[in-house]
């Protein structure tokens, strides 16, 4: 009997062993796959690159805070489609990652890369015309408008003898110039204004929403902000009401939050109008990456989306998180200074 209780006990810790090293060696898997995964991560954060500046000069580093752009720029825009204009001299050009000048200096304003086209201004203000290149520095449609904005579902919105309308990618006429204002094509519809009144057509330059509204926002993430003359509230994309206006400032929803001013104070809503954050802030920005930028007592700092406070309020200003780090400033000795601050709230 001895002999059967021991060995019984000799199973009972075998098992037990096998276990604990099955637990042991699951864990250690858990952590290399989480270090590999971060490893990838930062990979790919490293290939964004920020904004920096120096004695009025600007320049770009990586996440980890490095030079990777000189700065000998008097202002730079970041990247879209692996291109960043940059303004040297009095004129814009753009560089690639490497810093390499890609299309040469020759413009008096330009725009970002979008769907393969940046517009670009030529000629002094107000006497030019702007156009459209391609990123090798084409012209793709010649500059004759008065203003543009940027390509948006293969359209983009242009002002030619104070008129607004839109055309394709070769410069041809998809919606002739008959607005007194036109935005971008999202979702296959456009926000247009005649009369001071705003609403929405689509690519067959049909009325979709009725162009009776003092203000209406663009479309994100299906909704459309509105404004009713005293409140604002939030349509669908048909037009009918989604949330009733009972606010006094409404931003557009991101990450399915809004912020919204009720009250005196700001809060977040979502797509339903339930508060998820109540109204508690005097400021409020929209999310990006998990986290919005909230001011309290004067000061901004970064709440997540169950309004817990991430970064505690402490600077002077606050930009949205873009791949883990968000441009800040703040005071030191009565010095106003700039940085980049990640998601723990360490200063880059």
């Known amino acids: 009997m001895k002999r059967i209780k021991l060995y019984k006990k000799h199973i009972k810790f075998g098992i037990a062993s096998v276990l604990i090293l099955i637990i042991l060696l699951k864990l250690v898997d858990m952590h290399f796959s989480s270090r590999r995964a971060e490893i990838i991560i930062d990979k790919t954060q490293n290939k964004y690159l920020y904004q920096t500046w120096e004695k009025g000069k600007f320049g770009f580093m990586n996440k980890a805070g490095d030079i990777v752009i000189e700065t000998k720029y008097d202002q730079v825009r970041d990247y879209s489609e692996g291109l960043a204009a940059v303004l040297k001299d009095g004129k814009w050009g ?13 413009f008096k304003e330009v725009g ?15 006497m030019g015309k702007w156009g459209y290149i ?33 055309i394709n990618k070769e410069g041809d006429y998809e919606i002739k110039p008959k607005y007194g204002n036109a935005y971008n094509f999202n979702s296959d519809i456009a926000r247009v204004v005649v009369n001071n009144k705003y609403g929405y057509i689509n690519k067959y330059d049909k009325v979709v929403i009725e162009v009776k509204y003092d203000l209406l926002g663009d479309v994100k993430e299906s909704l459309i902000k509105y404004y009713n003359g005293s409140k604002y509230g939030y349509l669908n994309m048909d037009g009918t009401v989604a949330i009733r206006p009972v606010y006094d400032f409404a931003d557009d929803f991101k ?14 809503i979502d797509k339903k109008g339930v508060f998820i954050i109540a109204s508690t802030f005097e400021k409020a920005n929209g999310f990006n990456e998990g986290m919005a930028a909230v001011m309290s007592e004067g000061k901004w700092g970064y709440i997540d989306t169950l309004g817990i406070v991430k970064i505690y309020p402490l600077y002077d200003s606050a930009g949205e998180f873009k791949n883990g780090l968000a441009k800040i400033s703040y005071r030191e000795n009565d010095v106003l200074k700039n940085g980049y601050v990640d998601k723990f709230g360490v200063l880059r």
């Open 94 to 106: 753009y560089i690639d990652k490497k810093g390499k000048t890609k299309i040469d200096f020759l």
């Open 112 to 126: 970002d890369f979008k769907e393969g086209l940046a517009k670009i201004y030529v000629g002094d203000y107000p």
């Open 134 to 166: 391609n990123s090798s520095g084409e012209v793709v449609v010649k500059m004759q408008y008065q203003e543009v904005r940027d390509y948006s579902e293969g359209l983009a919105a242009v002002k030619k003898n104070d008129k607004w309308g839109y």
């Open 255 to 268: 990450e399915g939050l809004a912020a919204i001013k009720y009250k005196g104070k700001f809060g977040y």
